[in-house]
């Protein structure tokens, strides 16, 4: 055994021999290879390397120059390729025009030929432009197309209004085909600017062919036509902020002409034109694809937002104009119903989803504005009360039978809008404007406390349905437990200054007799009493402590009261039993929080420095 493990070892010693003599021969031919190809440097040429000192930093200054002269360049490139090419074409239409002007002051050439002359040259220059856009220079290319344009209008202006060598009809079409020229050239060459150039025209020409008679049919007509063109034109195009020049040009010309030359017996015209401008401006907002595939945010909003705003606002400013004026008076709140019918019927057509609450507030809007317009007094109270539950059931309804990102966000609206809908019923119900003028009342027996109960029962309702919406997981603002919230003060509220007003009525006309007026303020101090006390039972039974806050604060209120006015103010006997009946309530409350039939004590262990307010209902 001793004679095997040494010839093992002996075996072993060799085999580790080989492996070094093999990685020697490795390391061998590696270091000839980098000495043939002089990456091996000497360690005496390296120590004399590094004796060499590094050559000195370039000075930072030098580099100053050619940071400051990008901006500087831009800066220069816009004056001089922008702003003087504006300042230019400006320049060159007030030319054209002084020299048509100087050529009529001299009579240098005759009427036709002066307007031959312009012709030719707007159209020369037209067609010079387009070897500047081949050669590559589009923005100089679209300037002299711009004063190509402004000369061919104005010698068409001049044969019509100045020389009188052809009729309306003709100096028009002759307008309008430049305009067509432009808009074809902008759509072929994909130039928003070129578009502008022509939307421009189209606008000018009824300026300039005015002659100050009343032509309604034959100027709406053809701005009719331009809209359309327009909205035709941004269908293809992304091109949104014409817009922005076709509908203010619009209003500008309807506010124009309804100024000077309304008169009611063109009602029905003019109601056919302002309904057909308001259908024009609907369509660029009825597009799924106004989720603005490859749209700024800006060009977007146009379409979407201000767009659907402003034609809303002009089709109600117009038709309510146009039916005042008329004498039509009583037809405004069904022309508020229909406007907020309209509104809902768009809700169903593909739109994006802003566009979508869009119109559903402004359908929401227009059934608010319907309700004083045909209402008055009380009744307006009831129509907001209801209108605030209706649109409250309906966004919880929204919210709980769909999970689509446009109901979520349209439930959202409702929520703000039925939130709105009842502070409007709560405010008109608690002002004393509501009720001026209305005759003597039997207490708890009149319209008065009929509205308030409804007012109560449409709280209440808000308060059922926004308790049961509660439990989903949205929290978006305001949330549903802010109406909670909202309801249950403003039902308090609402039921104290009903019943107290009634009381107040009941010993109103005994005014005179000290001893109705001494009861009457010993039954309010009881009412009050008695409220807060049965509040405070309701916060203990559904263990609310905002409940149970609002008793405590009428209690405060009533403690108040009692000793400090009713205290000076009442007789002896009313005294006592103002006080008697305080003062059982009053132990009868500390006894129930002594009973600490909440559990008080029980969780102060758990939490002892809990600091987190209870803003809900439920504790």
Same mark, same amino acid.
């Given at each position: ?22 990685? /020697? ?9 980098? @000495?043939? /190809?002089?990456?091996? %440097? ?17 000075? =930072? ?19 001089? &390729? ?17 020299? #048509? ?20 040259? *707007? ?12 050669? *590559? ?46 808009? #074809? ?7 928003? #600017? #070129? ?35 327009? %909205? ?23 506010? *124009?002409?309804? =100024? ?76 508020? =119903? ?22 559903? &507030? ?11 317009l045909k209402a008055s007094g009380n009744w307006i109270t009831v129509g907001w009360f209801a209108e605030g539950v209706a649109l409250l059931w309906i966004a919880a309804r929204m919210m709980? &039978? ?39 009342? @039997? ?8 509205? /308030? ?8 309702? /808000? ?11 949205? =929290? ?37 007799? %000290? ?60 005294? %006592? ?36 307010? @209870? ?5």
């Amino acid at each position: 055994m001793g004679q095997e493990e040494q010839q093992t070892q002996q075996n072993a010693v060799a085999r580790l021999a080989q492996e070094i003599a093999a990685l /020697s021969g490795r390391v061998a031919a590696i270091e000839r290879h980098l @000495t043939a /190809s002089g990456a091996v %440097v000497q360690d005496q040429p390296s120590r004399e390397a590094a004796q060499v000192p590094p050559p000195p930093p370039k000075p =930072v200054l030098e580099q100053v120059p050619q940071l400051s002269s990008k901006p500087a360049s831009s800066l220069e490139k816009r004056i001089g &390729s922008q702003i003087f090419n504006r300042i230019g074409i400006i320049a060159l239409l007030i030319a054209a025009a002084l020299f #048509l002007k100087h050529a009529m002051d001299n009579h240098w050439i005759g009427p036709l030929g002066r307007v031959l002359i312009g012709l030719v040259a *707007g159209s020369a220059i037209v067609l010079w432009s387009e070897r500047f856009r081949r050669k *590559g220079f589009d923005v100089f290319s679209y300037s002299l197309k711009a004063i190509g344009s402004g000369v061919l209008y104005l010698a068409l202006w001049a044969a019509f209004q100045v020389f009188h060598l052809m009729p309306a009809g003709v100096a028009l079409a002759a307008m309008v085909l430049v305009t067509a020229w432009n808009a #074809l050239m902008a759509w072929s060459q994909s130039s928003e #600017l #070129l578009a502008i150039y022509a939307l421009a025209g189209a606008f000018a020409t009824p300026l300039l062919l005015a002659t100050g008679g009343n032509h309604e049919t034959f100027l709406f007509t053809y701005i009719l036509v331009i809209d359309i063109a327009t %909205v035709a034109l941004v269908r293809l195009k992304p091109w949104q902020r014409l817009l922005l020049g076709a509908f203010p040009a619009t209003i500008a010309f309807f506010v *124009g002409w309804y =100024v000077q030359f309304n008169s009611s017996t063109e009602l029905a015209v003019t109601s056919l034109f302002v309904a057909l401008f308001f259908v024009i401006f609907i369509v660029p907002s009825i597009d799924e694809r106004d989720e603005r595939k490859g749209h700024s945010q800006g060009s977007a909003a146009i379409a979407s937002i201000f767009l659907p705003l402003a034609n809303a606002v002009f089709l109600a400013l117009a038709f309510y104009s146009l039916l005042e004026d008329s004498g039509h008076h009583a037809l405004l709140p069904w022309m508020a =119903v229909l406007f907020g019918a309209l509104y809902l019927g768009l809700m169903r057509l593909p739109q994006a989803r802003v566009t979508f609450a869009v119109h559903l &507030s402004l359908a929401v809007v227009f059934l608010t504005i319907a309700i004083p317009l045909k209402a008055s007094g009380n009744w307006i109270t009831v129509g907001w009360f209801a209108e605030g539950v209706a649109l409250l059931w309906i966004a919880a309804r929204m919210m709980t &039978s769909t999970t689509e990102s446009t109901a979520i966000s349209s439930h959202r609206v409702l929520r703000v809008l039925a939130l709105c809908a009842l502070l409007l019923g709560f405010f008109s119900l608690s002002s004393p404007l509501v009720w001026l003028g209305q005759p003597g009342q @039997t207490a708890f027996l009149n319209l008065r406390f009929a509205t /308030s109960l409804f007012g109560i029962a449409a709280l209440a309702a /808000s308060t059922w349905i926004a308790l049961r919406a509660s439990t989903s997981s949205d =929290v978006a603002s305001p949330s549903w437990r802010t109406i909670v919230g909202f309801s249950i003060i403003a039902l308090n509220l609402v039921a104290i200054s009903a019943c107290v007003h009634e009381i107040d009525t009941a010993f109103h006309p005994v005014y005179g007799n %000290v001893e109705a007026v001494l009861q009457r303020s010993l039954i309010i101090s009881g009412f009050l009493m008695l409220y807060g006390a049965a509040l405070l039972a309701v916060g203990f039974w559904k263990r609310s402590a905002f409940i149970r806050w609002q008793a405590i604060i009428l209690l405060v209120f009533t403690i108040g009261k009692t000793f400090i006015y009713d205290l000076r103010d009442l007789s002896q006997g009313y005294r %006592v039993i103002s006080f008697l009946g305080l003062g059982v309530l009053l132990m009868v409350v500390s006894f129930a929080y002594q009973k600490d039939w909440l559990a008080f004590r029980a969780s102060e262990p758990e939490q002892p420095h809990s600091s987190e307010p @209870t803003t809900g209902v439920d504790q």
